[in-house]
């Protein structure tokens, strides 16, 4: 068959990677991959692994972006793809209508995907209407039943978003340089954990949280380093300055290390005593915590949305209730003191998975009429 997926860039991202993965999938399965974007960092390795690349501006949350509209259906009929697979709003309306604008016998099958809980309104209500729906978790499913009524449950398709465990082994990752380079550039004092918490610098991420366990820990006589992974959008700028502030008032201007976008977060999370995870709302599913779980690095995590899933399989030791500062520092000092093993990772968290699980979705429509 051939695919073709819409998503607004190929920068960086859980959107992003997702549809990498499924394109290298497709490609070694046999089939055709057609990615269509505005473009980005990832569009060479898209390309490289055999998919080809479409460029058109999908990205913009704009009026405007509906002009695209006819641009894609004329896309759509030079390609003839089997399947139209759309994974977020804007891309998703310029899908849906040119879709919609193609007679019956000219029109693919159409997939989408819901990889967050967006706000609910009629923008949003694109995401459902799919003529299969994919929800990337349990809690997207609840979701979409809940908040989006009109979405009719039979369509629903839970697929985990999944990970290589190959690729996530311990072993692998204990690289002897990488560490010597790591310490040099970072040393930990003796006797001191280091807790990891990757993520982009927004206020949703709960940096804040992470700032005021920190504080905590070293109140009780701890030795810590705080590690900040994850880069700052120039539209977060203020919000950086006011987290170096505040490492500033609490006293953690030696504990603390913002380390911008890496791409060697694997090696971190090894080379990490505690990952956390302390998003201030419901994830949709919560990759880098399974990530470190299938690196056996301990995750405390925030028990809700796709991380209390991912948690609550894997490791219940983790789990903390949303918000709770006081349970918070309980169970980190509680792993740190005496970590519990994680479970291995396997279905249905595994990119096999979710690979097969979005090729079943397609076949099933693919074998109706």
């Not at 919000?239 to 201007?253: A, I, S």
């Not at 903390?320 to 980190?332: R, T």
């Not at 792993?335 to 397609?362: C, H, I, K, N």
């Amino acid at each position: 068959m051939k695919v073709l997926q819409i998503l607004p860039a190929l920068d960086a991202g859980g959107v992003e990677r997702g549809t990498l993965e499924l394109a290298r999938a497709l490609v070694a399965a046999g089939h055709t991959s057609v990615v269509v974007s505005s473009g980005g960092r990832l569009v060479e390795q898209l390309e490289q692994q055999g998919s080809r690349h479409r460029r058109l501006p999908v990205h913009r949350k704009s009026p405007i972006s509906l002009l695209q509209v006819h641009r894609l259906r004329r896309l759509l009929l030079e390609e003839r793809p089997q399947i139209l697979h759309y994974r977020s709003r804007v891309p998703g309306w310029i899908a849906y209508l040119a879709w919609r604008s193609l007679r019956h016998d000219q029109r693919p099958r159409l997939v989408s995907t819901v990889h967050g809980f967006h706000s609910v309104n009629r923008y949003s209500a694109v995401m459902g209407k799919g003529e299969r729906v994919i929800a990337v978790s349990e809690s997207i499913r609840q979701h979409l039943l809940r908040d989006y009524p009109a979405v009719d449950p039979s369509r629903i398709r839970v697929v985990y978003r999944g990970i290589d465990p190959e690729r996530y082994q311990r072993a692998r990752c204990l690289d002897g340089a990488w560490s010597r380079d790591f310490e040099t550039a970072h040393p930990l004092p003796p006797g001191g954990r280091r807790l990891l918490l990757p993520g982009r610098i927004t206020r949703l991420k709960g940096h804040d949280d992470f700032l005021r366990l920190l504080a905590a820990l070293k109140q009780r006589g701890r030795v810590v380093q705080g590690l900040v992974a994850g880069d700052t959008h120039p539209r977060k700028q203020a919000y950086r300055r006011e987290l170096e502030q505040r490492v500033v008032q609490l006293g953690l201007e030696e504990e603390v290390r913002f380390l911008g976008h890496r791409s060697d977060l694997p090696q971190l999370m090894t080379a990490s005593d505690l990952v956390l995870s302390l998003s201030q709302q419901p994830e949709s599913f919560g990759r880098t915590v399974l990530e470190a779980l299938a690196l056996q690095t301990p995750v405390a995590g925030y028990a809700f949305g796709g991380v209390g899933e991912v948690l609550e399989r894997i490791y219940p030791a983790g789990l903390v209730a949303a918000g709770d500062a006081a349970a918070l520092l309980a169970v980190v000092e509680r792993l740190l003191d005496a970590p519990a093993v994680p479970a291995p990772v396997g279905r249905p968290f595994t990119l096999e998975q979710m690979a097969s699980g979005t090729l079943a979705v397609y076949r099933e429509l693919l074998e109706t009429s």
